[in-house]
């Protein structure tokens, strides 16, 4: 490969990667922005004050075009983790659909609840 060729994939690629995390960090934005049902306050508000060391990340799954997940330090010292995704049949909402602490998934009927506890609480 030349020397012009070489340069030229290494541009390619930068454009490439500053793109994917312009788009990623986009998501992540929209969902810090977003609400769950029945409440006026942000994830991004609400989990800022509940957690410490928190850490927001995007990621592609199967069954989701997207999945934000949210790290974070529970104020009893457990280490939390949230994944939010885009409910598209009914309301095209952000929703919390995993939910483990220490390592320890909540059942599906505990993740509503929780939320809104947290919501209610901080």
């Known amino acids: ?11 390619v690629a930068a454009i490439v990667l ?16 977003a609400s769950p049902v029945g409440h006026s306050d942000t994830y991004g508000r609400v989990f800022e004050r509940a957690f410490t060391n928190t850490k927001w990340s995007h990621f592609h799954s199967t069954g989701y075009d997207s999945v934000i ?18 409910e598209t049949l009914v309301s095209n909402r952000w929703i919390a659909m995993y939910i483990s602490i220490n390592d320890r998934s909540l ?11 947290m919501f209610d609480n901080y």
Do not use: T
Request: glycine share 8%.
């Open 107 to 117: 059942n599906m009927l505990d993740i509503a609840p929780y939320i809104r506890e």
């Open 69 to 86: 997940e949210f790290n974070g330090r529970d104020r009893s010292g457990n280490d939390v983790v949230i994944q939010i995704v885009q």
């Open 18 to 33: 500053i793109g994917s995390q312009v788009y990623n960090n986009s998501k992540i934005e929209v969902v810090k922005n």
């Open 1 to 11: 490969m030349s020397k012009a060729g070489f340069i030229a994939l290494v541009v």
